[in-house]
């Protein structure tokens, strides 16, 4: 079955940067596109990044253009979100999503990043 | 990039309906027949209960249906059950990006 593992969230200061990773399995990796969508604490939705099957686009969210990177390695069955410059207001759960068609169909349980010095 | 409105909250007996409604514009819900709902429940992530508009995945309880008038979509739930409790999320996808609704929290009385 499909299995999206999120890690590399935690308390983290401003001025650094942070990379997320999920680990991807019980699918083709490299036959889909992905995404990574955030939630900050008791609030709604917000999509943040999509990347395409083979990793040659990706789009962004104004709130986030500029300041996160989304990545993946097909050989490792893994996707990235590398984030910098960030202010509180990017404190979520960011979840990592598995795109099918047009849907975003699996997620996986999300991991939380705060920001605060 | 701005978010589908849907109402904050509904609210229904057991074994009725309710229906919540997902407002964009014509360049995303109107544009696309690409309409999602999930299901959240406390402490969980999102499910996908309704895709392209009206389509249920495999294993979510045909008491579950969505439909799509011009701008706005909707999401039904019949025989309300107390583990339909929880908050649900529309989105569109819009060429480049995704859209979310702000959610709408069910209570089932």
């Known amino acids: 079955q499909v299995q999206l593992v999120e890690s590399g969230g935690g308390v983290v200061q401003p001025g650094r940067s942070l990379r997320l990773s999920c680990a991807a399995s019980?699918?083709?990796?490299?036959?889909?596109?992905m995404h990574w969508v955030r939630q900050a604490p008791g609030k709604g939705l917000e999509w943040v990044s999509v990347?395409?099957?083979?990793?040659?686009?990706?789009y962004y969210a104004d709130s986030v253009k500029g300041r996160f990177t989304i990545s993946r390695d097909n050989s490792k069955n893994t996707l990235y979100l590398k984030m910098e410059r960030r202010p509180p207001e990017d404190t979520a759960v960011y979840y990592c999503?598995?795109?099918?068609?047009?849907?975003?169909?699996?997620w996986g349980q999300g991991t939380l990043v705060t920001v605060s010095s | 990039q701005s978010a589908l409105s849907q109402p904050a909250s509904v609210s229904g007996s057991l074994g009725q309906s309710i229906t919540i409604s997902c407002t964009g514009t014509?360049?995303?819900?109107?544009?696309?027949?690409?309409v999602s709902w999930y299901q959240q429940l406390p402490g969980k992530a999102p499910k996908l209960m309704i895709y392209d508009v009206s389509k249920r995945p495999s294993g979510v309880s045909n008491r579950f249906s969505g439909s799509k008038s011009g701008n706005t979509a909707s999401l039904t739930i019949s025989g309300l059950q107390a583990e339909d409790e929880g908050d649900y999320y529309c989105s569109s996808y819009a060429g480049t990006y995704v859209l979310f609704g702000g959610g709408t929290t069910l209570t089932v009385l």
């Open positions: 014509s360049s995303d819900v109107g544009s696309y027949d690409l």
């Open positions: 999503v598995k795109q099918d068609t047009m849907t975003l169909d699996y």
């Open positions: 019980g699918f083709t990796f490299s036959s889909y596109g």
């Open positions: 990347i395409w099957y083979d990793g040659r686009k990706n």
